[in-house]
C-alpha cells in the first residue's frame, strides 16, 4: 500500500467519517454512548439512523488499520492457523474462500472472517458500512473494499489490492490478540479439563479459607 493511498485513505476519507459523526452526534443524546454501542442502536436493527453509516465506517477503519503491519501477510501460525485449518480444511482453502468473496463484493464494503455462534469461523461479505457486530458475530479480520482503499495504487485491479494484503499486509498478532479477547467472553468450545494438582491445589487453598 503505497504513502499516498495511505494518506489519503486514513487522513481523509477515516478523518472525514470522525468529523462527521462528531458534528451529528453533537449536543445529542448519542454522545453518551461508546461508539460500539453507538453502531448498535444506530442500527436500528436494519432500518439504520442518519448517524449509522459514519459511526459504522469509523469503527470499521479504526480496526482495519489494526489488522494491517508492514512487513505482514504470509501464514498465520498457532491457535489461530489449528482454528482457520480445522474450519476450512487448509489455509489455502481459507484463502481462497476470502479472495473469493473479496472480488466478488458488488460495490462498496468488506469482507471478513468472523466468529459466528460463538465457535464457527465464517467469511462474510458486508455492504457500505454494516459490519458483524450487528449480527452479534465477533469480527477478527476485514478488508476494506471501498474504491478509495486501492484505486490509486490497483486502479481497476481489486484482485492486486487482495493479493498484496494476504502477502504483505494482515497483522496476524492482531487477529490472535482478538481471538484471545473473544475467548474472555465466550466458550469457543474447546473443553478445559483441570488437572489432578490444580484441583488439589484448588482443594488445599480453599481449607485454608
Ligand atoms: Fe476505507
Not at 477503519?61 to 505482514?72: C, E, I, Q, S, V
Amino acid at each position: 500500500m503505497s504513502k499516498e493511498t495511505l494518506e489519503l485513505h486514513w487522513g481523509k476519507h477515516h478523518r472525514g467519517y470522525v468529523d462527521k459523526l462528531n458534528k451529528q452526534i453533537a449536543n445529542t443524546d448519542f454522545e453518551r454512548y461508546n461508539l460500539e454501542d453507538l453502531i448498535n442502536v444506530s442500527y436500528n436493527n436494519g432500518n439504520p439512523q442518519p448517524i449509522f453509516n459514519n459511526a459504522a465506517q469509523v469503527w470499521n477503519h479504526d480496526f482495519f488499520w489494526d489488522t494491517l503491519r508492514p512487513h505482514g501477510g504470509k501464514e498465520p501460525s498457532g491457535q489461530v492457523l489449528d482454528r482457520i485449518t480445522k474450519q476450512f480444511g487448509s489455509y489455502d482453502a481459507f484463502v481462497e474462500d476470502f479472495k473469493h468473496a473479496a472480488t466478488t463484493l458488488f460495490g462498496s464494503g468488506w469482507v471478513w472472517l468472523s466468529l459466528k455462534k460463538d465457535t464457527e469461523l465464517v467469511v462474510e461479505k458486508s455492504l457500505n458500512a454494516i459490519n458483524p457486530l450487528v449480527w452479534d458475530h465477533i469480527p477478527l479480520l476485514s478488508l476494506d473494499i471501498w474504491e478509495h482503499a486501492y484505486y490509486l495504487d490497483f486502479q481497476n485491479e481489486r484482485g492486486a489490492y487482495i493479493n498484496m494484503f494476504f502477502d504483505n499486509l494482515i497483522n496476524w498478532e492482531a487477529v490472535e490478540n482478538r481471538l484471545n479477547r473473544a475467548k474472555g467472553f465466550i466458550g469457543l468450545g474447546d473443553i478445559i479439563i483441570p488437572s489432578v494438582e490444580s484441583i488439589q491445589e484448588r482443594e488445599k487453598r480453599s481449607y485454608y479459607v
